[in-house]
């Protein structure tokens, strides 16, 4: 299996929960920094909107699931999950607490995805991330739009230091749909920028230039949510520039 994302959403049930959870994920994050080489992304943020104090999302990447289960028995994942089973109330709002979706990495389309090296040494970049769903089957007509999108912006765009494009992948764990419709399906965008002014001024100006092109990323659209975000911990890239986009 190749490599995948794991973007996880999680709703606490007060600031104090949030906290804590960061505290825990930043000591994980520093952990996989040092030890844990295979690990690509570990990036932990909270929302641009300082009213939203009780939302934080993680952004992680895995060059196979063997890494991926090796790093659930790491004992620092292990703490985690034993706060979460012992904390004396409960951590995680009861609707909604925890989302986790897996997204596939197209290593054989490399046009969906870039990294910057810049983006490691960048102190505070705005992420955006977004989910997009379709009517089902309608995902691959998309797709020469969003390649344009990342191409303009790999090309033209020395702000947007990070964009990919992955569809969801819908085995990820039995049962869960991550809130889809039935008869849908849904990909993210993930983007990084050196600042959320350029993100909604210059690329958020990208469309209007290329209109024609990308029309199609809205055929089928069923549904559109986006969280921007800013880096509260972890990593998005190593040093070296490593990750797919």
């Not at 996880?8 to 049930?13: A, D, G, P």
């Not at 999950?81 to 607490?97: E, H, L, M, R, Y």
């Not at 986790?100 to 955006?128: E, K, N, T």
Request: hydrophobic residues 40%.
């Amino acid at each position: 299996m190749g490599r995948h994302l794991l973007i996880t959403k999680y709703l606490m049930v007060d600031t104090a929960a949030r906290d804590k959870l960061m505290d825990i994920m930043t000591n994980i994050s520093k952990s996989v920094a040092a030890n844990e080489p295979d690990v690509l992304r570990y990036a932990l943020l909270i929302p641009t909107d300082d009213d939203d104090r009780k939302t934080m999302y993680s952004i992680e990447e895995y060059i196979d699931d063997q890494v991926f289960q090796t790093h659930l028995a790491t004992t620092e994942v292990k703490n985690m999950f034993a706060w979460v089973s012992s904390a004396p109330g409960q951590v995680f709002a009861p609707v909604g607490g925890v989302v986790c979706d897996r997204l596939d990495i197209h290593l054989d389309v490399p046009a969906l995805g870039f990294v910057r090296p810049s983006l490691a040494r960048h102190a505070d970049p705005c992420i955006v991330v977004e989910e997009v769903e379709y009517e089902k089957d309608r995902i691959k007509e998309t797709l020469p739009g969003w390649r344009a999108v990342v191409e303009a912006a790999r090309d033209k765009e020395i702000g947007t230091l990070m964009l990919g494009v992955y569809p969801y992948h819908r085995d990820a764990f039995a049962g869960e749909g991550g809130g889809q419709a039935v008869g849908s399906e849904k990909l993210f965008v993930v983007g990084a920028y050196e600042s959320e002014e350029y993100w909604r001024d210059v690329h958020g100006g990208l469309g209007e230039s290329l209109e024609g092109v990308t029309a199609a990323t809205v055929q089928g659209r069923i549904g559109h949510e986006r969280a921007v975000m800013k880096m509260k911990g972890g990593f998005l890239v190593r040093d070296s520039g490593a990750g797919s986009g």
